[in-house]
């Protein structure tokens, strides 16, 4: 593997009680790249994802991130990574604007960022709303604000679209467009082939706690003569996606 990748990732593995949660993953992800890893419920997404950010120690393998190993966890390393939380990991009973703050304040920012970043997702007029009274979508908006208000060169996304309509997900997709456009490396995860196939300039095909093909999505689809992602995912598995 390469050194210069932004993120490597070699030889996975993590059990939880009987359940083979990640089963030997290793991939690479170049900076400034888009990168999906796309699976079904249980695919093992989120557990790759916490390893891979040093937020969880796996049974076997290694990760690096911007060169550096991501365990154990490297305070200066945290600060150049922006994880998207799920909104119930927000601050009690805050305005969206006290949420950025608060995180701002953690990374020592300066609040004047912290609202710019509001403004960048679009929420400056939802500023003094209580988080919990926000729609969806505003809510996904506000969780990537306070993952990119620090600046970090690399950012994780997990399932930023789950639970939103069409329009709120095509909105999303803008914003997550011009995050990449400024020069910093994305990793989202879904289980939207759509968004995946739109968005990712490489995808990684897990199931069962293995990535069964990475490629840009016209390649996959054009290597396997399949109709779509979906069709992809169908000739790989030998099983339709949609549960
Ligand atoms: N803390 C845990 N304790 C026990 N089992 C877990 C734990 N976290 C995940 N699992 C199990 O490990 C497997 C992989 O879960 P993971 O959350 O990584 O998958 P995922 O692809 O992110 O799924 P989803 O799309 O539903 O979030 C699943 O079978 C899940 O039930």
Redesign the pocket.
Known sequence: MTTDAAITVEGLRQR??D?Q??DGVSFEVSHGEFYGIL??????????LEIVEGLRRPDEGRATLLGKPSWPRDKKLLARIGVQLQASSFFERLTAREQIHTFAELYGISRKRADAMLERVGLTDKADVRQDKLSGGQEQRLSIACALVHDPELVFL??PTTGLDPQARRNLWDLLRGIQAEGRTVVL?T?YMDEAETLCDRVAV?DH?RILRVGPPAELIGELGAASLEDVFLQLTGREYRE
């Open positions: 939880y009680g359940v949660a990640v699976g079904p419920n249980g695919a093992g997404k989120t557990t790759t997990d399932e995860t289980h897990m706690g």
